[in-house]
């Protein structure tokens, strides 16, 4: 495994790589890397030649600067699981190396997408995520990108994103399975930041989405929406929002048919650890 801390040594290398036909797979993470993180570099292992990982705490795509500040660093520990889980290459640069003294942020037209959900909740959040990807992708050239449906909205911003920069156009992405803990608690790597009490606890995002997908039937959703952010208050959370969502463009519904397809999102505080999770409704297209 190599690693590199230049966008001018890694760029060539990877040129150097894709005109001997070797596929290039990306899969861009902020580090503190869990089994998650790990499930898509076994994606990428699978579909490409060539497994580049890059991590970066891209501060760009933070408004909250307590959460950038106690954002986990484990870079060490990074690079061995990087190694074990059969990455290639590793890009680790400096902020100054993703945004130099000449950057000028783009404004990225990503349209209602980012106004929704975590758009409303963290303004300037997604333009973030669309510079950080936008320079990585130009450093590493991918012809495949791999992200979680854990972070559901950010999965269409990108999809978005590639249709909107020329250059990144002809990029594959790859949306993978959320990893969960054996409770059900998505990986994530604010988990750490949780005390055990608190560990015990998030359980309930994810028992809170399985009672609504228990629960809905074709009709007013409302109801349940209260019932969620009730349980969730309950058990100590502060919800900024549970949504039943189309699952096409993230559109609330007030009403279900029975029949489009549906994603519930959370997103609560515990403590002062921002979790988000989603879930699908495959059953809702045959309205079960
Ligand atoms: P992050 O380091 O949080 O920016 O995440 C890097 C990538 O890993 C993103 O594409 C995330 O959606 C993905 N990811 C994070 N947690 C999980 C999880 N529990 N299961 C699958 N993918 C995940």
Redo the contacts with the bound molecule.
Sequence with gaps: MIVFHKAAAINPFLQQQKALNKRIGF???????????L??IEQCRQNCDIVVSSIFVNPTQFNDPSDLEKYPRTTEADIQKLYEAGCDVVFLPAVAEIYPPSYKPPHYPLGEIETLLEGAYRPGHFQGVCQVLDRLFEIVNPQEV??????YQ??MVVKKLLTLVPAHQSIHMHI?????EADGL????RNRRLSETERQKAVTIYQTMQQIKKDIRPGETAPLVQKATDNLVQAGFKPDYVSIAQASDLHALSSWDGHTALVVLIAAYLGDVRLIDNELLPDSLTGS
């Design positions: 899969v861009p993470t902020m580090g503190a890397l869990h089994d998650g993180h499930s898509l791999f992200f979680g449906q854990k972070d950010q999965c993978c399975p959320i990893v969960r998505a990986m994530s790597s």
